[in-house]
């Protein structure tokens, strides 16, 4: 059973950054620890600027799949545009654009657990990204559905300035995360 959560259009660069805002809310809202949901938002983010940049536009929906554990956040992402020409090439990561092409896709694949593109010369293009809600994670019930949508469609998306603060707070995070790594793993080295 699939729950229709939240739909965003992408009409103007800054729907990219409420994308990628709601895209953090909902994983919070399902159970995401905080690196899953900097993967989700992240891996939204990317492919929402793409759609912008390439296709002028398109839309990203939200929604809840299966109605027991484990459940799935499905996040498609649409357009009306071009089409992506060689998709093989850019997923090998051997395509080279100057404008950076490819790369969205590419993170996305590493970002989510599964990634799916459907894309024609003149048609468009549908990726469709999915990612197991946590073990942890209470089944989500379609009473709490309707609370989540209730929440998301009243809380207003912060501004292009915030949004910042909060990616470099989870930046700054990830490199913390890193060099403590780093550090221990020299010293189990040593």
């Given at each position: 059973?699939?729950?229709?959560?939240?739909?965003?259009?992408?009409?103007?660069?800054?729907?990219?950054?409420?994308?990628?805002?709601?895209?953090?809310?909902?994983?919070?809202?399902?159970?995401?620890?905080?690196?899953?949901?900097?993967?989700?938002?992240?891996?939204?983010?990317?492919?929402?600027?793409n759609?912008?940049?390439?296709?002028?536009?398109?839309?990203?929906?939200?929604?809840?799949?299966g109605?027991s554990?484990?459940?799935?956040?499905?996040?498609?992402?649409?357009?009306?545009?071009?089409?992506?020409?060689?998709?093989?090439?850019?997923?090998?990561?051997?395509?080279?654009?100057?404008?950076?092409?490819?790369?969205?896709?590419?993170?996305?694949?590493?970002?989510?657990?599964?990634?799916?593109?459907?894309?024609?010369?003149?048609?468009?293009?549908?990726?469709?990204?999915?990612?197991?809600?946590p073990?942890?994670?209470?089944?989500?019930?379609?009473?709490?559905?309707?609370?989540?949508?209730?929440?998301?469609?009243?809380?207003?998306?912060?501004?292009?300035?915030?949004?910042?603060?909060?990616?470099?707070?989870?930046?700054?995070?990830?490199l913390?995360?890193?060099?403590?790594?780093?550090?221990?793993?020299?010293?189990?080295?040593?």
């Amino acid at each position: 059973m699939s729950n229709p959560l939240l739909t965003v259009a992408l009409r103007y660069e800054q729907d990219v950054v409420v994308a990628r805002q709601r895209a953090r809310q909902i994983s919070n809202l399902l159970g995401f620890d905080g690196q899953d949901q900097t993967r989700i938002a992240t891996a939204v983010s990317e492919i929402a600027c793409n759609v912008y940049r390439y296709a002028g536009g398109g839309k990203v929906e939200f929604t809840l799949d299966g109605d027991s554990s484990p459940q799935l956040l499905v996040v498609k992402v649409s357009d009306k545009g071009p089409g992506i020409a060689d998709v093989a090439l850019v997923l090998s990561g051997q395509y080279r654009s100057n404008t950076g092409m490819g790369i969205g896709l590419i993170g996305a694949h590493r970002l989510m657990d599964r990634v799916e593109i459907r894309t024609a010369p003149g048609q468009g293009t549908d990726i469709t990204l999915r990612k197991l809600l946590p073990a942890r994670a209470s089944l989500v019930t379609p009473a709490q559905v309707g609370r989540m949508i209730q929440e998301l469609t009243t809380r207003p998306p912060v501004g292009p300035n915030e949004e910042l603060q909060q990616q470099n707070q989870e930046l700054i995070r990830a490199l913390t995360e890193l060099r403590e790594r780093q550090d221990e793993l020299m010293r189990l080295n040593h």
